[in-house]
């Protein structure tokens, strides 16, 4: 069992439980029964990174030494998830009526304890609170040189939770398994030993130039081959001892928009 905070879709409170994040009978949405809804655990500004994953950057092959950059990144690449993008878990995903396919973001998300500014690697742990998955949902498109503001940060783009498990519950947060499965098939499987800043060199790299306020997430990255969803599939991203994130994804005019069921 772990230590978790967790927030019931409706209720404007977090609660702290213990839980068992391998345990799946919260949400049965695979044999058709309604899942526990939960509104994302944090409540500060979601912060991504990009080509943060070897696999990424790598694919980007020649590309990266072209114009206008014309080689490698040196400093963390990042933008951010508005308040509107943000959803829970069992929530769903809104699909542009335009939009036939999603791309399927899963990424850690360090959820930051107290503020952090200019911390050294050494001391990046201490400002960290605990860990949540995080489906940082894009439409599909190839540039990488320009802000995806249209393609990522669409409302209900970035479902988070379904909890945030306590740092000390998590053992090694830079060797941990993520898969993605669609439909209960599964279609991408990734680790984050693969990062190419590992977590506390993202924290300590990021505030360097920025604070992090307490309740802000990080996320580390996306690994390369992002999967495809179309409107009625199901997602299930998993985490090793952080979880499972479940979300549908829904044709646009079936939800109310602005982050909300």
């Not at 783009?157 to 830079?174: M, T, Y």
């Amino acid at each position: 069992m772990s230590n978790v905070q967790m927030k019931r879709h409706g209720i404007s409170y977090t609660k702290e439980t213990a839980i068992d994040p391998s345990y799946t009978g919260t949400s049965a949405i695979f044999d058709q029964t309604k899942g526990l809804v939960l509104d994302a655990p944090t409540s500060g500004t979601i912060y991504g990174t990009l080509l943060n994953y070897k696999g990424a950057l790598s694919s980007l092959g020649e590309a990266i030494h072209e114009v206008p950059y014309k080689k490698p990144p040196k400093a963390p690449i990042m933008y951010i998830k508005p308040a509107n993008t943000v959803i829970g878990h069992c929530m769903p995903i809104p699909c542009p009526i335009d939009i036939d396919e999603l791309e399927m973001g899963a990424s850690l998300g360090i959820v930051i304890g107290k503020q952090a500014t200019n911390v050294s690697i050494n001391e990046a742990l201490n400002y960290v609170e605990g860990f949540t998955i995080v489906n940082d949902v894009s439409v599909p498109h190839e540039s990488i040189y320009r802000p995806a503001i249209k393609q990522k940060a669409r409302d209900g783009f970035c479902p988070v939770g379904p909890w945030v498990v306590q740092k000390c519950e998590v053992k090694n947060p830079d060797h941990l398994g993520i898969r993605v499965y669609i439909n209960g098939e599964l279609k991408q499987e990734n680790t984050t030993s693969n990062l190419i800043r590992p977590i506390q060199h993202l924290i300590a790299d990021v505030t360097e130039f920025m604070t992090l306020a307490k309740g802000d997430v990080l996320l580390v990255g996306i690994p390369e081959n992002a999967p495809i969803a179309k409107k009625g599939d199901y997602v299930r991203i998993e985490i090793d001892q952080v979880g499972f994130l479940e979300n549908q994804i829904v044709a646009e005019d079936e939800v109310k928009l602005g982050g909300k069921v």
